[in-house]
């Protein structure tokens, strides 16, 4: 079971669901502690349980760069056929992220953003009425399944691009698109654009 440090503490939880999504994907970790932030690893001594590591890795900004260029299979600029986010399903807050940034901007024509939730976050969205005109929006709501297992994309041959390290290691393999990885921001601008684009920071 590894024990991370030194990460950053998380903006919120989603940001902690969606490592540990990526890493039980890509790198088949059921569990981890992150020192400082969960809240059983308060200390580096606490997270080992008083053992020492088996192990010690460093890893880099250029690591982590590294492994960011490898979720995406494409470049920038790539024409695109959809966005897909939310895998794991997106939150309250993930939504709430989200509906202003598209108040913002609007999708290219054709190409739709699929966002996976979970139905009772869904059930709360209409009955507050914060979806209408949402399929205006480009907006596509999947409930109880996820895009890289159902081929709900209305275009299988074209690149998608996505903010979900777990939906770009998947869908490759199981369902045939080529991948783009970015931040939820980056996947707005890239659907109004119709093409891999980075927000700068």
Known sequence: MPVI????????????????????????????????????????????????????????????????????????????????LGTPHFSGDEWNRLLPLLDQVAPARGIPIY????????????????????????????????TYLTPLQRRLDGVVMTNSGKWAHYAPGNIGVQGAFGELDDCVASAAAGRVVRVRR
Do not use: M, W, Y
Not at 51 to 75: F, K, W, Y
């Open 115 to 146: 966002v996976n939730t979970g139905r009772d976050t869904l059930r709360e969205l209409e009955a507050g009425g914060r979806l209408d005109g949402g399929l205006a929006r480009g907006l596509v709501v999947v409930t109880d399944t996820c």
């Open 5 to 84: 440090e030194g990460l950053p503490h998380p903006r919120d939880e989603d940001q902690l669901k969606a490592l540990g999504a990526a890493a039980a994907s890509s790198g088949s970790v059921a569990l981890f502690h992150a020192v400082g932030i969960t809240p059983e690893a308060p200390t580096r001594t606490d997270a080992f349980g008083g053992q020492r590591p088996d192990e010690a890795i460093a890893i880099t900004p250029d690591d982590v760069a590294g492994a960011l260029r490898r979720l995406s299979t494409v470049p920038d600029g790539t024409p695109i056929t959809a966005v897909c």
